[in-house]
């Protein structure tokens, strides 16, 4: 996979040098290149940025370096359209299913906006080299795309082959299956009075399995109860629903539905 990333703070991408990132760039895996977003600048202080039309507070990033900067980069592999990510938090969410959607693409270029955005006609214009992705990490507000990119570079960069040593590592994990992962543990089993569950060191491992599959869907429905909303209850086993069941969620109409709490009892008491 190639990756380009645009910014006017190229220093920012420095941590990509590092750790798995840094390995698959060493190993060819993957060719990643960060360019100043100045350096596509033609006027003497080298502005990126201007007033907004309409008025309001911030300034606005001009279109020309933009434009200048992606024509530089698009098309670098023969006859394919690269995907041009625009982290914003006015874009579609970023996923674990986008991150294996966009790890299967050829080349990915991150556009890195600053202040309060760039120039919508960029986002038009792209259309022509791009496939265009506006995207957000989440419902808060970044100075810039910069972070959003170290993340979404570390969450797909992962994905491609060869990147993680163990492949196993990436099917037992958060998100993977639309479940919170289980809770781990290690030694010692006992640590400054708390204990690993007893069940892992039993060594059975269809009761292991059991239980951690269980505390999947406990955890999910504690602090994340709206994936369960969107849950496909399709896969789910006898064992499965016997365990949602404890946890007060019924299987309606192939999708997992949380039980009325029943205040019968106390009003007509
Ligand atoms: Cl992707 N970019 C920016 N600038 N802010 C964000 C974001 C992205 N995701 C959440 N907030």
Known sequence: ???????????????LELSLIGKARQDGLVELNVHDLRTFTTDKHRTVDDTPYGGGAGMVMKPEPWAQALESVAGVREGTKPVLIVPSPAGERFTQALAYELAEEEQLVF??????????????????????????????????????VLAMVEAIGRLLPGVVGNPESLVEESHSDGLLEYPVYTKPSSWRDHEVPPVLLSGNHGKIAQWRRHEQFRRTAERRPDLLDNFDAGQLSRADRNALADLGYNVVDGRLRRRMESNTAQQTR
């Open 111 to 148: 556009a890195c906006g600053r202040y309060e955005g760039i120039d919508e006609r960029v986002i038009d214009w792209a259309q022509e080299h791009f496939t265009v992705r506006p995207v957000s990490l989440g419902d808060y507000v970044l100075n810039g795309g910069e972070v959003a």
């Open 1 to 15: 996979m190639r990756i380009d990333v645009v910014s006017i703070f190229p220093e920012y991408l420095a941590p």
